[in-house]
């Protein structure tokens, strides 16, 4: 009875490894590597014929930085958060960057993967399809809440190459728009965003007028871009063709407090929590998955359906969305 226990433990464990590896990296080879193994003695582990010790598993979840609660169902009042955290370290924002990369791919590797995101503000991965509002986006991030120190005298515009893999920054727009996905917004969305630039425009971190229409004209773009795959319930790519992934938008009149993610593969499910303007912390709590997910479904229920229908209340929205943006522009 021990043993059987042993090994379904140890097949979850596997089952949960199995869903965090990129599919390019041979898990096999990587046990080998971290325990310092043969690779019969990976292939062994694998297959739950040897058991993985306590300081193996320990070791395991270190490198893939997996939380141990990450395994455990039975005690649901008691949940392990995992963050970056982000402070005034332009290796560390740029680690975070390539981690949301990782893990979009890895959520793009299943069938039928079910992303859920609660737009307080506007997903960020939108603003990596627009190169000047990526870049401002990123000065802003960088400067102003991070307080890193290479920008601290930046103005707009700033040389974004010398520091981004700008390819790594497409990428992280393209998984996102790859993924079939459902995603609630407010009349409250893009408020954020427009103040940002009006924060920077008042402050004098533009460098010319000219530089601040170009980010506002690039934010009308994005809203645009999102009218026209909520019109059709289909996700647009970096290149602005449909990539076929189904998208399911919901217009609340409730406010959403934080901007809210919640991913399932089937196999497993994750919760992402936005805090302190700009971090997020993630669990794998299957207890609190489940109450997450319920709070998404309220939203839902108390919103209305404006992707592929509804379409004078979809159409009032984004028009009103986009007065706003026109209203900042005249403002300058």
């Known amino acids: ?32 590597d971290i325990l310092e193994i043969s690779q019969d003695g990976a ?36 949940v392990t958060f995992q963050f970056n955290p982000l402070d005034q370290s332009l290796d560390q924002f740029q680690n975070y960057l390539q981690t949301l990369s990782n893990q979009l791919k890895s959520f793009r590797k299943h069938p039928n993967p079910d992303f859920h ?22 000065l802003y991030w960088m400067k102003s809440i991070l307080n890193i120190p290479e920008f601290e005298s930046s103005h707009y515009p700033f040389p974004i190459k010398e520091y981004f893999d700008t390819e790594l920054l497409k990428g992280l727009y393209q ?51 999102v009218a026209r795959q909520t019109e059709t319930g289909q996700k ?37 929590i936005g805090y302190n303007t700009f971090n997020s912390i993630l669990t794998r709590n299957v207890a609190f998955n489940k109450q997450h997910l319920r709070w998404m479904d309220n939203l839902k229920r108390k919103s209305i359906q404006i992707s592929g229908m509804a379409e004078k209340i979809r159409n009032q929205f984004f028009k ?13």
């Open 1 to 32: 009875m021990l043993n059987k226990t042993r090994v379904h433990h140890q097949q979850r464990f596997i089952a949960l490894l199995k869903t965090l590896v990129p599919g390019q990296v041979n898990l096999c080879r990587d046990l080998m």
């Open 43 to 78: 292939y062994r582990r694998l297959r739950c014929e040897t058991a993985i010790t306590l300081d193996e598993t320990v070791k395991i979840c270190l490198h893939y930085s997996i939380p141990l609660e990450a395994l455990n169902n039975e005690v649901p009042d008691v």
């Open 117 to 138: 995101y609660a737009a307080e503000d506007i997903p960020m991965f939108y603003h990596f399809g627009f190169p000047e509002l990526t870049a401002f986006k990123l």
């Open 175 to 225: 998984h996102y728009a790859e993924i079939p996905g459902t995603e609630i917004w407010t009349d409250e969305t893009i408020e954020s965003t427009l103040q940002q630039i009006k924060f920077y425009w008042d402050a004098g971190f533009f460098t010319t007028k000219e530089e601040a229409i170009k980010v506002i004209d690039q934010t009308e773009e994005l809203i645009r871009r």
């Open 236 to 272: 647009i790519g970096y290149n602005g063709a449909s990539t076929g992934a189904v998208l399911n938008v919901y217009l609340c009149d409730l406010m959403i407090g934080n901007n809210s993610i919640y991913v399932s593969t089937g196999e497993s499910a994750i919760s992402s």
């Open 320 to 332: 009103a969305q986009l007065k706003k943006i026109e209203n900042l522009r005249e403002s300058l």
